[in-house]
């Protein structure tokens, strides 16, 4: 529909609910002339008369109650909607959606989420935990979490999750049969067990020490595509692994994996939520993001 049209319609259904130009144009806040043209247009376009006129009175014709039976329902519903986005500012509701790779939901995202659903009933919560790439404008995701290198340009990303670090570690078993490496190039003479991604490439093994940094190419002679695999894999004794540090963080406690390399191991900036827009966003995405800086800075 032409925008005007829309405009002119809204025009005639006030006039004719006012049975007046000069309260409809008081309504609206022009002027009744600027009203009284507006449906005079409109009946031209139609090429019917839509308000019988007289010096004391105004009323819908045959043919403008026809189209009032149809028009004053629809506005009505229009509004009530209209009122309920305004009221969706003050109490969020709607469905938020959410993407994450699962080192990130198990980490930081689900504590938010969970917080944010308990404390707000209205909102429908949807987490899709994936580690494969995902554009969230063609999936309708209202947020995606990741590491702040694979973002794209275009999006709008602030930081949620605190630093980060990697490890290299392994079973006492194999440090025991095996020289601890002393620099990254020596990891290359060590079985090692790698990590394939979603996007189907090996992570690789990335190092830095007084601002000089490395990447060793190693040939794993075990290749996993899950976290908890490459935990298990590295606790049986398999060789090396290359994992985020939290991850290693209870086995390295009780005793199950030591850390060597650990002067080369220095921490990076964590995770990034990003969504498209800044203009508007949705009350539930602002709570959201709310939530999972607290947590950072907690």
């Given at each position: 529909?032409?925008?005007?049209?829309?405009?002119?319609?809204?025009?005639?259904?006030?006039?004719?609910?006012?049975?007046?130009?000069?309260?409809?144009?008081?309504?609206?806040?022009?002027?009744?002339?600027?009203?009284s043209?507006?449906?005079?247009?409109?009946?031209?376009?139609?090429?019917?008369?839509?308000?019988?006129?007289?010096?004391?009175?105004?009323?819908?014709?045959?043919?403008?109650?026809?189209l009032?039976?149809?028009?004053?329902?629809?506005?009505?519903?229009?509004?009530?909607?209209?009122?309920?986005?305004?009221?969706l500012?003050?109490?969020?509701?709607?469905?938020?959606?959410?993407?994450?790779?699962?080192?990130?939901?198990?980490?930081?995202?689900?504590?938010?989420?969970?917080?944010?659903?308990?404390?707000?009933?209205?909102?429908?919560?949807?987490?899709?935990?994936?580690?494969?790439?995902?554009?969230?404008?063609?999936?309708?995701f209202?947020?995606g979490?990741?590491?702040?290198?694979?973002?794209?340009?275009?999006?709008?990303?602030?930081?949620?999750?605190?630093?980060?670090?990697?490890?290299?570690?392994?079973?006492?078993?194999?440090?025991?049969?095996?020289?601890?490496?002393?620099?990254?190039?020596?990891?290359?003479?060590?079985?090692?067990?790698?990590?394939?991604?979603?996007?189907?490439?090996?992570?690789?093994?990335?190092?830095?020490?007084?601002?000089?940094?490395?990447?060793?190419?190693?040939?794993?002679?075990?290749?996993?595509?899950?976290?908890d695999?490459?935990?298990?894999?590295?606790?049986?004794?398999?060789?090396?692994?290359?994992?985020?540090?939290?991850?290693?963080?209870?086995?390295?406690?009780?005793?199950?994996?030591?850390?060597?390399?650990?002067?080369?191991?220095?921490?990076?900036?964590?995770?990034?939520?990003?969504?498209?827009?800044?203009?508007?966003?949705?009350?539930?995405?602002?709570?959201?993001?709310?939530?999972?800086?607290?947590?950072?800075s907690?």
């Open positions: 529909m032409d925008p005007r049209r829309f405009s002119d319609l809204i025009i005639f259904s006030r006039v004719a609910e006012a049975r007046s130009f000069t309260a409809a144009a008081r309504s609206l806040g022009v002027t009744q002339s600027a009203v043209q507006t449906v005079k247009r409109l009946e031209g376009e139609l090429g019917i008369r839509l308000l019988s006129r007289s010096t004391r009175s105004l009323t819908a014709t045959a043919a403008g109650e026809q009032l039976t149809t028009l004053v329902p629809n506005l009505t519903e229009l509004d009530a909607k209209l009122a309920e986005l305004e009221r500012r003050e109490e969020p509701g709607g469905r938020l959606r959410v993407t994450c790779g699962k080192h990130a939901a198990d980490t930081l995202v689900w504590p938010a989420f969970s917080r944010l659903i308990g404390a707000h009933p209205g909102i429908d919560g949807e987490l899709s935990v994936d580690d494969r790439y995902v554009d969230i404008v063609a999936e309708r209202d947020i979490i990741r590491m702040r290198d694979h973002l794209e340009m275009d999006m709008i990303s602030v930081p949620v999750g605190p630093p980060l670090r990697t490890v290299v570690v392994g079973a006492p078993q194999y440090l025991d049969a095996f020289t601890s490496p002393g620099t990254p190039r020596e990891v290359s003479r060590h079985r090692c067990i790698g990590f394939r991604n979603a996007g189907g490439s090996l992570s690789p093994w990335s190092f830095e020490k007084n601002g000089h940094t490395e990447t060793v190419k190693v040939t794993p002679s075990i290749v996993v595509n899950d976290g695999a490459l935990v298990a894999a590295a606790c049986a004794g398999m060789g090396l692994a290359y994992m985020l540090e939290d991850i290693a963080a209870p086995f390295l406690e009780d005793g199950r994996l030591a850390e060597v390399l650990a002067d080369w191991s220095s921490s990076f900036p964590g995770y990034h939520a990003f969504y498209s827009s800044r203009r508007h966003p949705p009350r539930a995405v602002t709570l959201f993001l709310d939530l999972l800086r607290q947590d950072t907690a």
